[in-house]
C-alpha cells in the first residue's frame, strides 16, 4: 500500500508539475484533477492485486485497508505538493478565481449572476495550510468509498 501510494503520489506530482510549465488553467482543471484521481484508483487496483496474490485468501477488509492506505498516502504526497506549489506561486489563486468567474455563468440562472460574480470578487482564493488539511481530510472520505470498490472486486475467499 505504501509504496503504490507513493508511485501514485509521484505521478500525480509529475503530472501536475508538468501542466504548471505547460498551462497553470490545465493543471488547476477538474479535468487534470480527476485524471490524477484515475492514476491513484490504478495505483490502488494494482496494490490489492499485489498484495492478494501472495495471500491464500484476501478477504474484502484486507484488500480495503491496502487499498485506503494507497489513496491515504497517495493523496498526502498530492496535498502536500499543492499546498506547496501555491505558496510558491500565489498567483494560482487569481487565476482560480478567474476560472471561476469564467464557469459560473454557464451554471447560474441569469437573475442570480450579478451576486454571485459580485460576492466572487469579494472571495479571496488564497490557499491556506487549513483548507488544504481540509480539502485532505474530506478527500479520505470519498478514497474509503473507492478503497470499499477496489476492496469488494479484488478480494479472494
Known sequence: GVKYGL??????VVLFVALFFISKEWMLSYSAY???VFLVLVAMYLATRT???????????????????????ANGVFY??????????????EIQKQMARDFYPMITPKDQLDQVLSDLDKTDFTLTLSQTLFRYARSLIAGFI???????VTRRN
Open 7 to 12: 508511485l501514485a503520489g509521484a505521478a500525480r
Open 80 to 93: 502536500s505538493f499543492y499546498y506547496i506549489i501555491h505558496q510558491i506561486d500565489p498567483g494560482l489563486a
Open 34 to 36: 480527476y485524471l490524477s
Open 51 to 73: 498484495e492478494g496474490e501472495t495471500a491464500e485468501s484476501y478477504p474484502t477488509q484486507a484488500a480495503l485497508r491496502t487499498a485506503f492506505l494507497t489513496f491515504v498516502v
Open 146 to 152: 473507492l478503497a470499499a470498490g477496489i476492496g469488494y
